[in-house]
């Protein structure tokens, strides 16, 4: 699930990568089987592949919020590339960060329900960190998208319905924005709105165009 007060998060693109222009018919592949992810994707109407990266994403000893999801994003589009190495390939993971807490998928209802205890009344800052991978040409790069959310006060019975209503135990954070989620919520400040739903749309757009990925290319149109 930004701030229009919280400093930029977004992990500084490298400077030594050239943007570059690839071959015609550079495919694009999204490393990810989330539904969400990939509805998102649709939006920019670029054709392109799915494929499941084979990650472990049990975090790693005193690892940040952040830092898990910068580095689950980016070895999911390592991951992928492997296997499409001539094409551009987009990474994305996300974590909710309450408190220095990481709060991935619930994968339940007993620890959604945990979750959501845990969240409301509360800020909870949620870190989407998306990758772009093309190994053939060398580019790589990474980005931070935190996206401020702050929960409504919520009691135990609005909790249980919601769930019940809508089930959304592979949302980290348990809440799904973009439906009944939104009713949980008091406030939500991001200045890369798709963010929250994972994946931010607007640094994708921009890192995919560098790897070669013309976004507003000519289009033909139906007769």
Same mark, same amino acid.
């Given at each position: 699930?930004?701030?229009?007060?919280?400093?930029?998060?977004?992990?500084?693109?490298?400077?030594?990568?050239?943007?570059?222009?690839q071959?015609a018919?550079?495919?694009?592949?999204?490393?990810?089987?989330?539904? #969400?992810r990939?509805?998102? $994707? &649709?939006r $920019?109407?670029?054709?392109?592949?799915?494929?499941?990266?084979?990650?472990?994403?049990?975090?790693l000893?005193?690892?940040?919020?952040?830092? $898990?999801a910068?580095? $689950?994003?980016?070895?999911?589009?390592?991951?992928?590339?492997?296997?499409?190495?001539? =094409?551009?390939? @987009?990474?994305?993971? &996300?974590?909710?960060?309450?408190?220095?807490?990481?709060?991935?998928k619930p994968?339940?209802?007993e620890?959604?329900?945990t979750?959501?205890? &845990?969240?409301?009344?509360?800020?909870?800052?949620? &870190?989407?960190?998306?990758?772009?991978?093309?190994?053939?040409?060398?580019?790589?790069?990474?980005?931070?998208?935190?996206?401020?959310?702050?929960?409504?006060?919520?009691?135990?019975?609005?909790?249980?319905? #919601?769930?019940?209503?809508?089930?959304? #135990?592979?949302?980290?954070? =348990?809440?799904? =924005?973009?439906?009944?989620? @939104? !009713?949980?919520?008091?406030?939500?400040?991001?200045?890369?709105?798709? !963010?929250?739903?994972?994946?931010?749309?607007?640094?994708?757009?921009?890192? @995919?165009?560098? !790897?070669?990925?013309?976004?507003?290319?000519?289009?033909?149109?139906?007769?």
């Amino acid at each position: 699930m930004n701030s229009a007060t919280l400093p930029s998060p977004a992990i500084p693109e490298k400077p030594d990568l050239p943007t570059t222009r690839q071959p015609a018919g550079r495919l694009l592949v999204l490393g990810s089987t989330s539904p #969400y992810r990939r509805e998102l $994707l &649709q939006r $920019l109407q670029i054709p392109f592949e799915v494929a499941a990266p084979e990650v472990d994403e049990t975090p790693l000893p005193h690892e940040t919020p952040d830092a $898990l999801a910068r580095r $689950l994003a980016l070895a999911k589009a390592r991951t992928v590339a492997r296997d499409f190495p001539q =094409s551009v390939v @987009i990474g994305s993971d &996300q974590v909710a960060d309450l408190n220095g807490l990481a709060l991935g998928k619930p994968g339940n209802h007993e620890r959604a329900v945990t979750q959501l205890r &845990q969240m409301r009344g509360q800020t909870v800052i949620f &870190q989407t960190a998306v990758a772009v991978v093309c190994l053939e040409s060398g580019f790589e790069q990474t980005a931070l998208a935190a996206v401020r959310v702050k929960f409504r006060k919520l009691d135990d019975a609005e909790i249980e319905n #919601y769930l019940r209503a809508e089930q959304p #135990y592979d949302c980290a954070g =348990s809440a799904k =924005s973009e439906g009944l989620g @939104i !009713a949980l919520l008091e406030s939500i400040d991001s200045d890369d709105p798709t !963010a929250l739903v994972g994946l931010p749309l607007i640094r994708t757009c921009k890192m @995919i165009q560098a !790897a070669g990925i013309a976004v507003l290319a000519n289009r033909r149109t139906a007769p």
